[in-house]
């Protein structure tokens, strides 16, 4: 029941089909860290669901990106122009958007079932059906199965026949999310750019590493990412807790404006950027 796998179940519905959604974990969780971008192109059918404004509202509204290099130098002013191509892009907290497209498939009757993780897929040929089988063991049958279920998906190993397990793509992210008031954003002259009644996007650009740092909610909560290189295995996880002194040390010779964002993060993640081969197909055989 993430974006892809919302969006799908809901443009199902609007076409006719009767849909369930199952999903492995039993609540939803208001993550920190997370900021994520719906671009222009998902903006166009979010727009066409009704949730232009429930979105916006909760979405950094920036209408230009101060482009910085490493020592703090303005290399230019992007303006951003919105509408583009007569749809919108939305940037804020993972968890607050997707809690829109959530209860908006709710709405729609669309039935979710929480709390029941899949164990197994399968088609069979003759009947022409397909399910799959959860771990209470019960199975399910439907004319179609989407599987959207992450970077570690057991549907992809179904559907082409083998194990591609997900592979390093040579980078990780930093990324932190948390209130400017309360960690003194405001106070010091140094990220108090950030502190204004107007939302604002500033990035920096290093070899081989960008920080960008932005608030959203005119200025009331801040978000910091910094792409770093990483070329460690990926184990069961890609997403571990970073320490502030570890990203504090990639910038240590930067613009002080980026130490000074960073540091006032009460904690930090460190998310690989991981990378599949192309599919060969999409559906099973």
């Known amino acids: 029941a993430g974006f892809g796998g919302i969006a799908c179940a809901v443009e199902c519905k609007r076409k006719g089909h009767r849909v369930v959604v199952v999903e492995k974990v ?27 404004e429930k979105l916006a509202s909760i979405s950094t509204q920036a209408r230009q990106v101060h482009i910085h290099d490493y020592l703090g130098g303005l290399i230019q002013i992007q303006q951003l122009s919105w509408p583009l191509f007569g749809a919108y892009s939305y940037n804020g907290h993972r968890a607050l958007l997707h809690q829109v497209l959530f209860e908006h498939a709710q709405s729609l009757g ?24 959860i771990q209470s063991g019960e199975s399910l049958e439907a004319d179609v199965v989407v599987g959207a279920d992450g970077v570690k998906s057991l549907a992809r190993k179904f559907v082409i026949g083998y194990s591609d397990n997900p592979k390093p793509s040579g980078y990780a992210i930093y990324r932190a999310w948390f209130d400017a008031e309360e960690h003194g954003i405001k106070t010091d002259p140094l990220t108090d750019y950030l502190a204004v009644r107007e939302d604002k996007l500033h ?20 978000c910091w990412l910094l792409t770093h290189k990483d070329d460690s295995a ?22 002080p404006r980026c130490a000074a964002v960073i540091s006032k993060a009460p904690s930090c993640i460190d998310w690989k950027l991981l990378i599949h081969d192309p599919l060969p197909t999409w559906v099973s055989k």
């Open 26 to 52: 039993r609540e939803l969780k208001q993550l920190g860290y997370q900021l994520i971008s719906l671009g222009a192109n998902a903006g166009r059918i979010i727009a066409r669901w009704g949730l232009h």
């Open 110 to 133: 669309i039935e979710i079932r929480m709390g029941q993780q899949v164990v197994e897929y399968w088609d069979d040929e003759a009947s022409g059906k397909a399910g799959v089988r």
């Open 203 to 222: 990035v920096w650009i290093g070899k081989d590493v960008h920080f960008i740092a932005c608030n959203s909610q005119q200025g009331k909560t801040i």
């Open 234 to 255: 990926v184990d069961s996880e890609w997403s571990f807790p970073g320490k502030i002194e570890d990203v504090l040390s990639i910038v240590k010779d930067w613009d």
